[in-house]
Each structure stands twice: as structure tokens, then as C-alpha cells.
T-cell receptor, first 110, second 114 residues
Framework: DAKTTQPPSMDCAEGRAANLPCNHS???????VYWYRQIHSQGPQYIIH???NNETNEMASLIITEDRKSSTLILPHATLRDTAVYYC???????????FGAGTTVTVRA | EADIYQTPRYLVIGTGKKITLECSQT?????MYWYQQDPGMELHLIHY???????EKGDLSSESTVSRIRTEHFPLTLESARPSHTSQYLC?????????????FGPGTRLTVT
């Protein structure tokens, strides 16, 4: 899987949008970008994924640059319950294994 | 909503004991995984299975073993627990949906070996 780079930590104000960047400059054409989060030692939770197009679901939006070398996860209205470690992962479509990096520790402050 | 269960949630046990961590899912997923995570550290894949009677070692070497006799059940066993095995163990399963591959995790077992 392509290596991803994320900032180790970031703070966000409650009610504001949280924009989480991820660099994956060596991504290949058949690799998807996945985002998971882990809330304090619970099992990671799937958030969203995409290949080329921007994606949105009830939890977040995923913006992928045209060259696919980076992406941004957007939490539109962060709440205190969004405090977690967020993992950006790239994986080949047919590969079912996940490789987690260090992720970004997001702290939402009141 | 994913239904994947792990027992026990917490286990404190002495060195040398044999332990089995249970993982089960009711979703009929073929693919299941075990991850190990030390506090504040990254998750590491230690075992996975793509179906009954299929098991493989993951990226991180582990002294544990797994079995997959039934689709819904993927237990992990340590024959002789040591303090170095103290960690959190997370079980997961994967399904392919119309949106793509989605992986669901259990709540984890926090193991302490004294």
C-alpha cells in the first residue's frame, strides 16, 4: 500500500469545520483512499472512502485532489464526540487488509 | 450497524497461562482479522483469515495462533502468556458493499499479563 503522511495532531473548535489533510504522493491508479477514526481505545470506525471523485456521507466529506496525491477529510460541524485519532489509509481495491499508520489526533475543544 | 463481539473485554492473567480471546460476528463475513495495539501506538495486523480453514500471519510477528473452523468465529490463542503479550487485541471483519470494502471492528480485549 502507498505510504500516507498526516499531521500528528490538530485542534478544532466545537461547531466549526475540521479539515484533516493527508498526503499520499505515491498512490497508484487502483488504490482507494480510506478514512477511519478511533475513539479512545475503541475499535476503529469506518468513516468514508473514495477513488477519484469527492465523496460525502452522513459523517464527513472527502476531497481528493485531481492528481490524487493528497486528500482532505472534512467534518462539517465538529462536536466533542469527534475527538479521536483519524487514520488515512490507501489500499488496492481488491486487497482487504488495512495498514494503519500513526494517524492524526484531533481534539475538539468547547 | 456491525455486529462483531469480543470476549473478554478485560483480562488479567499470570505468566505461563494459556488464554483464548474470542471473536465472533453475525454478519456472515468471510474475511476476519486480528490487530494488536499498545497504548498510544499504532495498530498492527497479526493474523487474518479469508474463510473457513484459511489463516495467515499478518505484518507483525506474533506468538499467538488463530483458527477458523466456522465463518462466524475467529479465536486467538496464546499457549503461554508472557508480560510482553500485554496489549489490546482488536478483531475485525470485512464486507464488500456497493460502496466498496468496509471493515468493522469489535470493542477489543485489553490483556494484562502479570
Amino acid at each position: 500500500d502507498a505510504k500516507t503522511t498526516q499531521p500528528p495532531s490538530m485542534d478544532c473548535a466545537e461547531g466549526r469545520a475540521a479539515n484533516l489533510p493527508c498526503n499520499h504522493s505515491t498512490i497508484s491508479g487502483n488504490e482507494y483512499v480510506y478514512w477511519y477514526r478511533q475513539i479512545h481505545s475503541q475499535g476503529p470506525q469506518y468513516i468514508i472512502h473514495g477513488l477519484k471523485n469527492n465523496e460525502t456521507n452522513e459523517m464527513a466529506s472527502l476531497i481528493i485532489t485531481e492528481d490524487r496525491k493528497s486528500s482532505t477529510l472534512i467534518l462539517p460541524h465538529a462536536t466533542l464526540r469527534d475527538t479521536a485519532v483519524y487514520y488515512c489509509i490507501v489500499r488496492v481495491g481488491g486487497d482487504y487488509k488495512l495498514s494503519f499508520g500513526a494517524g492524526t489526533t484531533v481534539t475538539v475543544r468547547a | 450497524e456491525a455486529d462483531i463481539y469480543q470476549t473478554p473485554r478485560y483480562l488479567v492473567i499470570g505468566t505461563g497461562k494459556k488464554i483464548t480471546l474470542e471473536c465472533s460476528q453475525t454478519m456472515g463475513h468471510d474475511k476476519m482479522y486480528w490487530y494488536q495495539q499498545d497504548p498510544g501506538m499504532e495498530l498492527h495486523l497479526i493474523h487474518y483469515s479469508y474463510g473457513v480453514n484459511s489463516t495467515e500471519k499478518g505484518d507483525l510477528s506474533s506468538e499467538s495462533t488463530v483458527s477458523r473452523i466456522r465463518t462466524e468465529h475467529f479465536p486467538l490463542t496464546l499457549e503461554s502468556a508472557r508480560p510482553s503479550h500485554t496489549s489490546q487485541y482488536l478483531c475485525a471483519s470485512t464486507t464488500l458493499t456497493r460502496r466498496g470494502i468496509e471493515q468493522y471492528f469489535g470493542p477489543g480485549t485489553r490483556l494484562t499479563v502479570t
